[in-house]
Every structure is written in structure tokens, then in C-alpha cells.
């Protein structure tokens, strides 16, 4: 069965502090593994999406890289408004471009 | 360029009554999907929608849900009756059909927040 599994549940750093988020994944044939930020209240805003191992995306404070087996998202010397909950999904490689969620990790950057 | 465009944004309507929740994709999206993330759990695939076609209601929790996209522009999800378990955030997301083997990026809505007492 397709799974997804993202950890920490929850992550709080200080500004500044790197780190990064883990994207575990089950799934029978990746036709995309995607990335979303999403703040209280509002819909997934799409970040990255990554096709294949060894593939690497960047935007501003935020790098994203792909493994056989997981994605990771790093977040360079983080600032408050990077405090959201971010959200990895597959895609698998059926008729359809279903999109299989993890359950998020919650960031918090303090000042 | 508007994104996708979900009404109401919010709904509170007692267990047995029918709501309707609509969605406008962004335009020239032939994709159309409908997601649902009930408390605590992931966000999860609800149908997909290629123009008026649907292409995968696998996800579809019941027959109580009723999904349409007349004329494939936008699209409607009537819940009838609802029950207490319907309560989460509906969202609707498109996409362009880009061909190939790669997945399509998808664009998502805020969300329609319901909740049933």
C-alpha cells in the first residue's frame, strides 16, 4: 500500500537554527514527490516538486532532495515567517494524479 | 491569475441537512480534484475530475457524497444527508494537463471549512 510518513510530528527552532524535515515514502512507482506549505486557515501552497533520486530543488531559505526511500526539506537559518506546517505527497504512477498526503510537520521559528 | 476559488468558506448546518460546496478551478485547468481532511487525520483524495469526466471517485467516502462538473468549468460537492463524521475542511485543487509521465503540478483552494452539529 502507498504511504507516506513525515517526521518530526512538530519542530520548533530559534531563528537562524537549521534543520531539516523528513519525508519518508511507500509507494509502487514515484511519479512525483511534492511539497506544500500551509498556514492556519488556509489551503496547501505548492513549494517542489521532485521526479527522480538524486534531484534537488531551492527556493529562497528552503532546499528540497529526493532518495529512493525519502525527501528531505532543509531549512536554512530560518526566519518567524517560515513557521507554518509543511506537507509531503506522492504521486504514484496510476491513471490518475492522486496525490497521497503525509500528516505534516508543524514548524515553529521563534525570535 | 486567480486560483482556485472555493465558496462557502465556511458552513455550520445541523446533521441531516444537505450542503453544497462549490469549486472554480483556475483557468484552463482540464484537471479538477476534490480533497478532505477530517481533525487529526491527512489530507485525503476524494475524486478527480478530467473536464466533465470522472476520471477516479475512488475516494469517495459514501453515496451520500455527490460530486458534478457540468460543461467542465466548475464544480459542485453536495453532501445529503450529513452526517457528524462529514465535519473537516473541503478542498478543491486543479491542474494542467501537461502529457507525459510526470505528475501534473496541483494547485489547491483555501478550503471549505464544515462543520455538522
Known amino acids: 500500500e502507498d504511504q507516506v510518513t513525515q517526521s518530526p510530528e512538530a519542530l520548533r527552532l530559534q531563528e537562524g537554527e537549521s534543520s531539516s524535515l523528513n519525508c519518508s515514502y511507500t509507494?509502487?512507482?514515484?511519479?512525483?514527490l511534492f511539497w506544500y506549505r500551509q498556514d492556519p486557515g488556509k489551503g496547501p501552497e505548492f513549494l517542489f516538486t521532485l521526479y527522480s533520486a538524486g534531484e534537488e530543488k531551492e527556493k529562497e531559505r528552503l532546499k528540497a532532495t529526493l532518495t529512493k526511500k525519502e525527501s528531505f526539506l532543509h531549512i536554512t537559518a530560518p526566519k518567524p515567517e517560515d513557521s507554518a506546517t509543511y506537507l509531503c505527497a506522492v504521486q504514484a504512477p496510476v491513471n490518475t494524479d492522486k496525490l497521497i498526503f503525509g500528516t505534516g510537520t508543524r514548524l515553529q521559528v521563534f525570535p | 491569475e486567480a486560483g482556485v476559488t472555493q465558496f462557502p468558506s465556511h458552513s455550520v448546518i445541523e446533521k441531516g441537512q444537505t450542503v453544497t460546496l462549490r469549486c472554480d478551478p483556475i483557468s484552463g485547468h482540464d484537471n479538477l480534484y476534490w480533497y478532505r481532511r477530517v481533525m487529526g487525520k491527512e489530507i485525503k483524495f476524494l475524486l478527480h475530475?478530467?473536464?466533465?469526466?470522472?476520471?477516479?471517485e475512488s475516494g469517495m467516502p459514501n453515496n451520500r457524497f455527490l460530486a458534478e462538473r457540468t460543461g467542465g468549468t466548475y464544480s459542485t460537492l453536495k453532501v445529503q444527508p450529513a452526517e457528524l463524521e462529514d465535519s473537516g475542511v473541503y478542498f478543491c485543487a486543479s491542474s494542467q494537463d501537461l502529457g507525459g509521465a510526470r505528475g501534473n503540478t496541483i494547485y489547491f483552494g483555501e478550503g471549505s471549512w464544515l462543520t455538522v452539529v
Open positions: 509507494v509502487s512507482g514515484l511519479r512525483g
Open positions: 475530475f478530467v473536464k466533465e469526466s470522472k476520471q477516479d
